[in-house]
């Protein structure tokens, strides 16, 4: 029986995740994320492959470079279920339901500026809209949970496995009958951490004859969790001593809970003087709610906060900003509020009404706690601008900026190797995920480590493994 994988996205790339595993007669689909970024125009170029001829998607976690394209599989014809771990679907559903909201928005303001410039249909119409989203979470079907396998034909066998990286996260290992025998293909998603403040950790596989692995980090290694803890912390309280406000740029999903756990923390050991800390951000509200509905994921420490009758994200300083209004009501406070928003990077969102009214004041810090992408407004910050545009305004940088880098939710180079070194019987080792000048340097790394040679896999290409 052949096995044969194309690779149909993050290949050489970062986004855009999509890969096909083709066996027994069976099309099975690994992700299927939105291309961000410089390869945005790709979303717009039709699937290089049949949807109505998948019978399976299997989605590893509910990032949007994983999961943005899946109302467009449906909208061109997948018929097929969709397989996932519980976490995932929900955060799928938010994730994707805030997509469609965001490009309509978007289009919006795209289509005003292409009619004052007489060209109204220069203006590119979103991927898809809220419907089409409902329509393609009905096609969630199977829920498993990790170590759970389930059977997709008489010779085929997936079962997930914790990949540490967000809540639900997993990755993937495929075991299919060959011969007398078995092989096992393992797709990593996106791995997470060994240590991570309220998820249980990535874990570790024996079982995997080819790999598929993600190698976003694999050139370096991030600052210890423990180091960029005490960081925070310090950063927290030497800025409420200043008088001002705090302006955290969040994440939506993971970051800002990871924040507010910190916080809690602080409040629970008597270190944190009374201030308002506000989630200002629909988004990470529901991400919140979605946390609190599972925790038979978190890592043990969080399991016993919660066991003692606390809730790791809220306590009494804690305010949702649910409403347009209540975001508008933070700017009257000018001292002592921790103003969590996003979007992470100061793209968009609410984050830049807040950084509008804080970031020249001397009194006041911006805590970045997440990567920052080049030509970001986070990015300016956080290299130094003297001033930056917001909303057509030039806005002075007065304010004290921290940039805090050890909360990285994908495993650092270490890490990698020390998952990739785990398995005991590799017949090929695959690079996805990652840009290619990392990729080659993680490959040399992984050679000099393991003396495995990977392949780096490239856009479309079609691989048989067996
Ligand atoms: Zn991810
Ligand atoms: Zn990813």
Redesign the pocket.
Same mark, same amino acid.
């Given at each position: 029986m052949k096995i044969k994988v194309h690779s149909y996205g993050a290949a050489q790339t970062v986004t855009g995740s999509c890969h096909l595993l083709e066996v027994d007669g069976l099309r099975i689909l690994i992700d299927c994320g939105m291309f961000q970024g410089l390869d945005e125009d790709k979303n717009y170029e039709p699937f290089p492959f049949d949807p109505r001829t998948i019978d399976y998607l299997i989605v590893t $976690?509910g !990032?949007i @470079? $994983?999961i943005g394209r899946i109302p467009l599989l449906v909208k061109e014809g997948f018929g097929g279920k969709i397989i996932s771990t519980k976490p995932t679907y929900h955060i799928a559903r938010i994730m994707l339901l805030d997509a469609a909201n965001v490009m309509k928005e978007e289009y919006r303001v795209e289509y005003r500026k292409a009619l004052r410039r007489g060209k109204p249909w220069e203006a590119r119409p979103p991927l898809y809209d809220e419907d089409d989203v409902y329509e393609a979470i009905e096609h969630f079907r199977i829920f498993l949970g990790y170590h759970q396998p389930y059977r997709l034909s008489d010779s085929i066998t997936l079962t997930f496995k914790d990949a540490g !990286?967000?809540l639900g996260?997993s990755y993937v290992e495929f075991k299919i009958k060959h011969g007398e025998n078995y092989r096992t293909v393992v797709f990593s998603? @996106?791995l997470g951490m060994t240590k991570r403040l309220i998820i249980k950790p990535l874990e570790f596989s024996k079982d995997g004859n080819y790999v598929f692995m993600e190698s976003t980090y694999g050139n370096r290694n991030h600052r210890s969790l423990e180091e960029s803890i005490e960081e925070f912390k310090g950063a927290i309280l030497d800025s409420l001593k200043r008088g001002g406000n705090i302006v955290i740029p969040t994440f939506a999903l993971e970051r800002a809970q990871e924040i507010l756990y910190l916080l809690r923390q602080m409040y629970d050991n008597h270190l944190l003087p009374e201030c308002k800390i506000f989630l200002d951000s629909p988004l990470a509200i529901a991400a919140t709610k979605i946390f609190l509905r599972f925790p038979e994921y978190f890592n043990d420490e969080t399991k016993k906060l919660i066991k003692e009758g606390k809730n790791p994200f809220i306590f009494p300083y804690v305010h949702f900003s649910q409403t347009p209004e209540e975001s508008k009501m933070i700017n009257s406070v000018s001292s002592g509020a921790i103003i969590l928003a996003g979007s992470g990077m100061c793209t968009g969102g609410r984050i830049k009404h807040h950084l509008k009214h804080n970031l020249w004041r001397e009194e006041s810090s911006v805590i970045f706690v997440g990567y920052q992408a080049k030509g970001t407004l986070g990015r300016a910050i956080v290299d130094g601008a003297k001033t930056v545009k917001i909303y057509g305004e030039e806005i002075a940088v007065k304010a004290k900026i921290y940039t805090i880098n050890g909360f990285s939710?994908h495993a650092d180079r270490d890490t990698l190797l020390k998952w990739l070194g785990s398995f005991e019987n590799i017949y090929g080792t695959f690079l996805i995920h990652g840009e290619p000048e990392v990729q080659k340097i993680f490959k040399q790394s992984v050679k000099d480590k393991l003396d495995i040679d990977p392949h780096i896999v490239e856009f479309g290409e079609s691989i048989v493994l067996v």
């Amino acid at each position: 029986m052949k096995i044969k994988v194309h690779s149909y996205g993050a290949a050489q790339t970062v986004t855009g995740s999509c890969h096909l595993l083709e066996v027994d007669g069976l099309r099975i689909l690994i992700d299927c994320g939105m291309f961000q970024g410089l390869d945005e125009d790709k979303n717009y170029e039709p699937f290089p492959f049949d949807p109505r001829t998948i019978d399976y998607l299997i989605v590893t $976690h509910g !990032h949007i @470079d $994983h999961i943005g394209r899946i109302p467009l599989l449906v909208k061109e014809g997948f018929g097929g279920k969709i397989i996932s771990t519980k976490p995932t679907y929900h955060i799928a559903r938010i994730m994707l339901l805030d997509a469609a909201n965001v490009m309509k928005e978007e289009y919006r303001v795209e289509y005003r500026k292409a009619l004052r410039r007489g060209k109204p249909w220069e203006a590119r119409p979103p991927l898809y809209d809220e419907d089409d989203v409902y329509e393609a979470i009905e096609h969630f079907r199977i829920f498993l949970g990790y170590h759970q396998p389930y059977r997709l034909s008489d010779s085929i066998t997936l079962t997930f496995k914790d990949a540490g !990286h967000i809540l639900g996260s997993s990755y993937v290992e495929f075991k299919i009958k060959h011969g007398e025998n078995y092989r096992t293909v393992v797709f990593s998603g @996106d791995l997470g951490m060994t240590k991570r403040l309220i998820i249980k950790p990535l874990e570790f596989s024996k079982d995997g004859n080819y790999v598929f692995m993600e190698s976003t980090y694999g050139n370096r290694n991030h600052r210890s969790l423990e180091e960029s803890i005490e960081e925070f912390k310090g950063a927290i309280l030497d800025s409420l001593k200043r008088g001002g406000n705090i302006v955290i740029p969040t994440f939506a999903l993971e970051r800002a809970q990871e924040i507010l756990y910190l916080l809690r923390q602080m409040y629970d050991n008597h270190l944190l003087p009374e201030c308002k800390i506000f989630l200002d951000s629909p988004l990470a509200i529901a991400a919140t709610k979605i946390f609190l509905r599972f925790p038979e994921y978190f890592n043990d420490e969080t399991k016993k906060l919660i066991k003692e009758g606390k809730n790791p994200f809220i306590f009494p300083y804690v305010h949702f900003s649910q409403t347009p209004e209540e975001s508008k009501m933070i700017n009257s406070v000018s001292s002592g509020a921790i103003i969590l928003a996003g979007s992470g990077m100061c793209t968009g969102g609410r984050i830049k009404h807040h950084l509008k009214h804080n970031l020249w004041r001397e009194e006041s810090s911006v805590i970045f706690v997440g990567y920052q992408a080049k030509g970001t407004l986070g990015r300016a910050i956080v290299d130094g601008a003297k001033t930056v545009k917001i909303y057509g305004e030039e806005i002075a940088v007065k304010a004290k900026i921290y940039t805090i880098n050890g909360f990285s939710a994908h495993a650092d180079r270490d890490t990698l190797l020390k998952w990739l070194g785990s398995f005991e019987n590799i017949y090929g080792t695959f690079l996805i995920h990652g840009e290619p000048e990392v990729q080659k340097i993680f490959k040399q790394s992984v050679k000099d480590k393991l003396d495995i040679d990977p392949h780096i896999v490239e856009f479309g290409e079609s691989i048989v493994l067996v």
